[in-house]
């Protein structure tokens, strides 16, 4: 299992795009993963032939470096392979296929009542079951419970897929019968049909998602400070581009907030940073990750150096990310990173809301629904205007209320000077 992202410790298996006998030539794609972020295809840097998949498409929680298929030079040594476990290689079991173990328990806890069989054919696929109850274990496993008499339907097995693995038999004791009625006792029973709840299963990205914000809450001393903007200018202006646009383009309101973000950014150098333990890292660029809803969670996609783009060319890559991280087709670089983080729920006309800083960053800007209100007129009459209010939160280890409030004031400034974004 590679390692495809920086905080990546294990991947599901999702479709392999090649079969055994295949031949592969280096950037062929193997197989779909999944990481803690996204769907990837892992491309094969090595040249041969697949000689045997050893995590088949589905299972979960593979470990980094757990062997997940063998590759062999010459297509004659392809049939060497053939009865090849991941426990033969050495490999340390992966956690979570031994789920489906536990949940065969569960389902067939009467398993002790096979019949025992001293020798096995050597083909099978399983040892001391009848064919209706198949065990899956490896062949050294095999091996050492018929000499040691040892009924493989009494084990639980923690290699991949549930299979059982030399570990298992040796580790064996006879009171370890009770086990499978013990777990599945203790085992949370299925739905009935008609419940009034549903269980679903977690992705790896809501884990991380999961571990990282409460981490971050835990850990990060938050703050809050919010401020409003007239929107008018940005409105108009927005406007007006988008008519002379030729189709190139179609500006949003967060093309503005993005861009505006981004030279706040550069004009208060100290609120572009994250805390490092020993020291601060101030950031030279404004690399703006822009939080994007997912069916499996939220990713941030990064437009790097925002601040040296123009609107239309952050308004396309927003939209060219936000639909590959949909799809979960993002690579590492396009989401691991950033500087400053922006959080818009301001089109399902949210007001007012606080986010949660994405570490190691120190800030992340919750941005609201614009909407039309009366305010004073300068000669003290009255007049609409549309307002949006923006929600700064901020690390006060790095950044003190002052800089934030700095900040905030030079993202005004920019909205409700739009022109100088242009300049």
Known sequence: MPA???????GNIGTWQKKVGDTITPGDVLVEIETDKAQMDFECQEEGFLAKILAE?????????????ILVENKEDIEKFADFTAADAGATP?????????KEEAEAPKKTEAPKQAEAPKQADSTNAPASQRIFASPIAKKIANEKSINLGDLSGTGPNGRIVKADVENYTPASKAAPATKAAAAPAPAAPGAAYTDIPL???????????????????????????EMDKVLKLREVLNKS???????SVNDFIVKASALALKAVPEANSSWMGDTIRQYHTADICVATSTPTGLITPIVPSADTKGLATISNQVKDL????????????????GSFTISNMGMYGVKHFTAIINPPQSCILAVGATEKRVVPGEEGDVRTASIMAVTLSSDHRTVDGAIAAQFLKAFKGYLENPLKMLL
């Open 94 to 102: 992966a956690a979570a296929p031994a789920t489906p173990a536990a």
């Open 4 to 10: 495809l992202s920086p905080t990546m410790t294990m």
């Open 57 to 69: 498409g589905g299972s979960k929680e593979v470990s980094i470096n757990q062997p997940i298929a």
């Open 245 to 251: 646009s030729e189709d190139k383009y179609k500006l």
């Open 322 to 337: 936000a639909t590959r991280a949909r799809a979960g087709k993002l690579a590492p670089h396009e989401y691991q990173g």
């Open 203 to 229: 992705t790896n990205m809501r884990k991380i998602i999961a571990q990282r914000l409460t981490e971050s809450k835990q850990t990060i001393p938050h703050y809050y400070v919010t401020v409003e903007c």
